[in-house]
């Protein structure tokens, strides 16, 4: 079974900067597409960053030239450096990732979540 763990984020005063983290563990023979969502209060969940297995990234046109994701194959993590932060920042950040596990039995998981606080 693969499980996927969150980590970082936290309160940060504006112009600051938060690093988070997700690693998936179990049985992993790939991963596809690794991405971070992120979901205000009242606000549907949206995409924040993605990185496919070939290393190219996407990002919201509100993050772009401030939050750079990253991913290490051989540690099967993903991470997003976020700087410059803003208020409307603030949401609840969430990986996800996609492979597959034994068998080629294919796999698209969220991680747990993370607060991120940007007081002004």
């Known amino acids: 079974q693969v499980q996927l763990v969150e980590s970082g984020g936290g309160l940060v005063q504006a112009g600051g900067s938060l690093r988070l983290s997700c690693v998936a563990s179990?049985?992993?023979?790939?991963?596809?597409?690794m991405g971070w969502y992120r979901q205000a209060p009242g606000k549907e969940r949206e995409l924040v960053a993605t990185?496919?297995?070939?290393?190219?990234?996407n990002y919201a046109d509100s993050v772009k030239g401030r939050f750079t994701i990253s991913r290490d194959n051989a540690k099967n993590t993903v991470a997003l450096q976020m700087n410059s932060l803003k208020p409307e920042d603030t949401a609840v950040y969430y990986c996800?990732?996609?492979?597959?596990?034994?068998?080629?039995?294919?796999?698209?998981?969220w991680g747990q979540g993370a607060q991120v606080t940007v007081s002004s």
């Open positions: 996800n990732i996609a492979g597959a596990t034994v068998r080629w039995t294919g796999f698209d998981l």
């Open positions: 179990g049985i992993i023979v790939s991963i596809n597409n």
């Open positions: 990185v496919t297995a070939d290393g190219s990234t």
